[in-house]
């Protein structure tokens, strides 16, 4: 990998003999590493995985279309794309990888665990502040750069294929999980009608919004990063994956189940922050169903968990070989855990919704 990225780094950052570049988080799409001068400047070069984004131009015309309409008049940042010699935001390697150089964000960490509330809050604020921020983005300019990503109907079409064909001879120790998915799918049936009706209306939104996605400086949330997904979507979407993985009390790959829970006090803290930044811009329907959203969202991970799985683990990253398989089952004991909590949820967010209006 070293090779190819020297390669392309050479065509963003010039004249450049010896640069530092070391491998950078732990995402399970694309390959990103950082990039250390002799000056001591930084920046963030990123391989994209085209199994992933098919169009990666599409991919970039998003993320300058993002740059250009971001509001200033809001409390993150984003970070910054560079253009190469060639003028181009994408460098191809002799393999036909597209490559791209970012700006690193400096002074900020990133979280993979909440351990506080108030980080919790913090992450609600920087995520509602994102949505805020995108308010004059205009929304039919922007592409879809994952087909039906976040289409929960179309997830379980793919699941149901993926047990007809039964490619990697998995099926048998996970029906427990197969039927569970599927039950869960009838219960959200009404949010399901509602978002492919589009009453509830189709936003500007980050579309990916876990916990590592946002940068800390010290105390505060600064920025919002990996924005390849940033495109048409909901609320829902935003809310409700960002509550999967802040309000989850282990990590997405914990092997011992028993650890995993769903923590009430970290999801009242990031709701309390977002809806401090959204309760005003957020429709009588996205509030209404706007509960609903962790549960969907977590549906969603645990069916695309076990799809690639029963797939032979052709989409995600994987260490060994139930890997997949256990990120599956994190998730449905997740929902397990939501399930007994869902009506202090349901109160919670009516109750901040209506206070002071």
């Keep these: ?17 010896s640069p530092g570049i070391e491998p950078l988080g732990n995402g ?5 590493f950082l990039v250390r001068l002799s000056d001591g400047c930084k920046y963030v070069l990123q ?9 990666t131009n599409a991919v970039m015309h998003n993320y300058k279309l993002l740059e250009n309409n971001f509001l200033n008049n809001v409390d993150v940042s984003l970070p910054g794309v560079y253009r190469s010699v060639n003028n181009n935001l994408l460098e191809f390697d002799k393999h036909g990888n597209p490559w791209r150089l970012i700006e690193f964000v400096e002074y900020a960490y990133s979280l993979d665990h909440i351990v506080k509330k108030e980080q919790s809050y913090q992450a609600g604020f920087g995520y509602g502040a994102f949505l805020k921020g995108c308010a004059k983005c205009p929304v039919g300019e922007f592409q879809e750069v994952i087909p039906e990503f976040h289409n929960l109907k179309w997830r379980m079409q793919q699941l149901d294929l993926a047990v007809e064909q039964d490619n990697a001879n998995r099926l048998s120790a996970v029906t427990d999980l197969v ?4 039950n869960q799918y009838v219960r959200l049936n009404g949010l399901i009608a509602v978002l492919n009706s589009r009453e509830i209306p189709v936003r500007i939104v980050h579309n990916d919004t876990k916990i590592n996605n946002l940068m800390y400086r010290g105390e505060q949330v600064r920025a919002v990063v990996d924005l390849d997904t940033v495109g048409p979507g909901s609320v829902i979407y935003d809310f409700g994956d960002a509550i999967r993985t802040i309000a989850n009390s282990s990590d997405e790959d914990e092997q011992e189940l028993g650890n995993v829970a769903f923590n009430m006090d970290f999801f009242k803290a990031f709701a309390q922050g977002y809806l401090s930044q959204t309760k005003d811009m957020l429709t009588d329907t ?11 969202m977590t549906l969603i ?10 797939n032979g683990d052709i989409y995600y990253k994987t260490e060994y070989e139930s890997h997949n398989l256990v990120r599956t089952r994190v998730q449905s004991k997740l929902i397990a855990s939501m399930e ?3 009506h202090p949820i349901k109160t919670i967010v009516e109750q901040m919704l209506t206070d002071n209006q």
């Design 47 to 55: 391989r994209l995985n085209q199994k992933v984004f098919k169009d």
């Design 28 to 32: 399970h799409i694309n390959d990103t």
């Design 286 to 296: 996205e509030k209404f169903h706007l509960w609903q959203a962790p549960l969907y």
């Design 1 to 17: 990998m070293e090779l190819p990225a020297r390669e392309i780094l050479s065509l963003f950052l010039p004249g450049e003999m």
């Design 301 to 310: 991970m645990g069916v695309r968990f076990l799809t690639d799985y029963l």
């Design 179 to 182: 039927s569970f998915y599927r």
């Design 340 to 342: 007994t909590n869902y």
